[in-house]
């Protein structure tokens, strides 16, 4: 698309050339001369040829986090034969991410043959977004004519967003499914554990040799069994927990609900039985009272029903929400009960959950901990016999008095969840989860918690 400024000057000598052949005085002929040279200038330094123009894209980031900053460089080359002096550049930015450094919007003077970079950085969310192409404005050196194109992009195209959460701590809370978990357990095993009597019947592999060509006594080696451990993935999807820190970020529900969902595969690959519970939704598959609930188990339709109900609370909380209706800024201080504890209907699912998990099942609660919902949750469990992991996604901020109360009540929320038994992951979202676990398993194996 052309836009050109000519249309003043050529209509300024025409009315000018006019009045001088109506009124027949030279002096408006030399007038119309000042404007149609300025028409002249613009027309032979306007851009020629086709689309002169050729970008690239990178994002620093293949697979980010939801809640990590990505940066994106927009190279643009002028492959024309001839310096481009003004040269506007926009960047296709997909509407639902958020530019929080740089602009996506330059002004570049290129030489022939010459690149310039655009830089920004956007926070990533939830899901795939394409990136329209970039319009380019190209004028010339009068700047009285130009052409806008969208330049054909090479490189990245779209920023594929999801959570990575590989490294779920596990202690040592097993089944006597076989697994990865060591145990203190004897039997059949590759690692030693213990000597016992021999018993009629036990395998010669495991008879204590040495020990018989010593003694003449015979004696049976057992090793340390390796079990699967049950774990339950307890999401915190609630209303109170679908909050951001700022706008156009992940909110606390969201990234609970992918954290759950990267550490699923991982578990299953390892041998563990895996269940899900979502507080914050009814069940979508059986119709269940909230909260949403698949027992521990294995197999391939036991995967795809946790992937069913996780989708659920993903979309209940970032499917179709607007900012007014969706998650909100966590700016004051987050609801509770006037005592301090959690809600009534918190109590009330709480109480469902806990009748469902099966004795010796682990849990892993992902929550952003922004009430007393998470302590109170680890409190009830921990008090029936579970062991509790707390991985806690940080949606808090501190640039306003209010977000930085909220920060300080989920400092509070994370040391009463630590207090009531639970191993906690205090992860920021522009950090690596793995490194956040790695520190929960350094305090576990310390014996702190």
Same mark, same amino acid.
């Given at each position: 698309?052309?836009?050109?400024?000519?249309?003043?000057?050529?209509?300024?000598?025409?009315?000018?050339?006019?009045?001088?052949?109506?009124?027949?005085?030279?002096?408006?002929?030399?007038?119309?001369?000042?404007?149609?040279?300025?028409?002249?200038?613009?027309?032979?330094?306007?851009?020629?040829?086709?689309?002169?123009?050729?970008?690239?894209?990178?994002?620093?980031?293949?697979?980010?986090?939801?809640?990590?900053?990505?940066?994106?460089?927009?190279?643009?080359?002028?492959?024309?034969?001839?310096?481009?002096?003004?040269?506007?550049?926009?960047?296709?930015?997909?509407?639902?991410?958020?530019?929080?450094?740089?602009?996506?919007?330059?002004?570049?003077?290129?030489?022939?043959?010459?690149?310039?970079?655009?830089?920004?950085?956007?926070?990533?969310?939830?899901?795939?977004?394409?990136?329209?192409?970039?319009?380019?404005?190209?004028?010339?050196?009068?700047?009285?004519?130009?052409?806008?194109?969208?330049?054909?992009?090479?490189?990245?195209?779209?920023?594929?967003?999801?959570?990575?959460?590989?490294?779920?701590?596990?202690?040592?809370?097993?089944?006597?499914?076989?697994?990865?978990?060591?145990?203190?357990?004897?039997?059949?095993?590759?690692?030693?554990?213990?000597?016992?009597?021999?018993?009629?019947?036990?395998?010669?592999?495991?008879?204590?040799?040495?020990?018989?060509?010593?003694?003449?006594?015979?004696?049976?080696?057992?090793?340390?069994?390796? &079990?699967? %451990? /049950? @774990?339950?993935? !307890?999401?915190?999807?609630?209303?109170?927990? =679908? #909050? *951001?820190?700022?706008? $156009?970020?992940?909110?606390?529900?969201?990234?609970?609900?992918?954290?759950?969902?990267?550490?699923?595969?991982?578990?299953?690959?390892?041998?563990?039985?895996?269940?899900?519970?979502?507080?914050?939704?009814?069940?979508?598959?059986?119709?269940?009272?909230?909260?949403?609930?698949?027992?521990?188990?294995?197999?391939?339709?036991?995967?795809? &029903?946790? %992937? /069913? @109900?996780?989708? !659920?609370?993903?979309?209940?909380?970032?499917? =179709? #929400? *607007?900012?007014?209706? $969706?998650?909100?800024?966590?700016?004051?201080?987050?609801?509770?009960?006037?005592?301090?504890?959690?809600?009534?209907?918190?109590?009330?699912?709480?109480?469902?959950?806990?009748?469902?998990?099966?004795?010796?099942?682990?849990?892993?609660?992902?929550?952003?901990?922004?009430?007393?919902?998470?302590?109170?949750?680890?409190?009830?469990?921990?008090?029936?016999?579970?062991?509790?992991? !707390?991985?806690?996604?940080?949606?808090?901020?501190?640039? *306003?008095?209010?977000?930085?109360?909220?920060?300080?009540?989920?400092?509070?929320?994370?040391?009463?969840?630590?207090?009531?038994?639970?191993?906690?992951?205090?992860?920021?979202?522009?950090?690596?989860?793995?490194?956040?676990?790695?520190?929960?398993?350094?305090?576990?194996?310390?014996?702190?918690?």
């Amino acid at each position: 698309m052309s836009q050109s400024r000519f249309t003043g000057g050529l209509l300024a000598a025409l009315a000018l050339a006019g009045a001088g052949v109506a009124s027949g005085r030279s002096a408006l002929f030399v007038a119309a001369v000042i404007p149609l040279a300025f028409v002249l200038y613009g027309a032979l330094s306007a851009p020629r040829g086709g689309d002169p123009i050729r970008s690239t894209r990178d994002l620093s980031a293949d697979s980010p986090l939801p809640g990590d900053r990505v940066t994106v460089e927009l190279t643009v080359e002028n492959v024309g034969g001839s310096a481009l002096p003004d040269v506007r550049v926009a960047d296709g930015v997909p509407g639902d991410l958020r530019v929080v450094d740089g602009s996506p919007d330059a002004a570049l003077a290129l030489p022939a043959g010459g690149t310039a970079t655009v830089e920004y950085t956007v926070v990533a969310d939830r899901g795939q977004f394409p990136f329209d192409a970039p319009t380019v404005r190209v004028r010339g050196a009068s700047a009285t004519n130009a052409r806008t194109v969208e330049a054909p992009v090479d490189g990245a195209d779209e920023l594929n967003c999801r959570v990575s959460v590989a490294d779920v701590p596990l202690r040592r809370q097993t089944t006597a499914h076989a697994g990865t978990l060591p145990t203190d357990s004897g039997g059949p095993g590759i690692e030693f554990h213990s000597t016992r009597e021999y018993q009629r019947g036990d395998p010669a592999s495991r008879i204590n040799w040495r020990r018989y060509a010593k003694t003449g006594e015979l004696s049976t080696v057992n090793y340390r069994e390796r &079990r699967a %451990a /049950a @774990v339950v993935l !307890a999401v915190d999807a609630r209303d109170a927990s =679908d #909050a *951001t820190a700022h706008a $156009g970020t992940p909110s606390g529900a969201s990234l609970s609900a992918y954290a759950a969902a990267r550490a699923v595969e991982p578990l299953e690959s390892a041998g563990h039985r895996v269940g899900l519970a979502v507080f914050g939704i009814d069940d979508p598959v059986t119709g269940g009272t909230d909260p949403a609930w698949v027992p521990p188990g294995t197999g391939d339709a036991h995967h795809a &029903r946790i %992937a /069913a @109900v996780l989708d !659920a609370a993903v979309e209940a909380r970032t499917g =179709d #929400a *607007t900012p007014e209706g $969706g998650a909100v800024e966590a700016e004051s201080e987050p609801a509770a009960a006037a005592d301090g504890g959690s809600r009534p209907d918190d109590d009330a699912r709480i109480d469902r959950f806990a009748e469902r998990v099966p004795a010796g099942t682990q849990v892993v609660v992902c929550s952003p901990a922004l009430d007393a919902f998470p302590a109170a949750l680890v409190r009830r469990l921990a008090a029936d016999g579970h062991h509790v992991t !707390a991985v806690s996604p940080d949606v808090t901020a501190t640039d *306003t008095p209010g977000r930085t109360l909220a920060a300080a009540d989920r400092a509070l929320a994370l040391a009463d969840a630590r207090a009531a038994g639970a191993s906690v992951v205090d992860w920021a979202p522009d950090e690596p989860l793995a490194s956040a676990v790695a520190r929960a398993t350094t305090t576990v194996r310390g014996g702190k918690r």
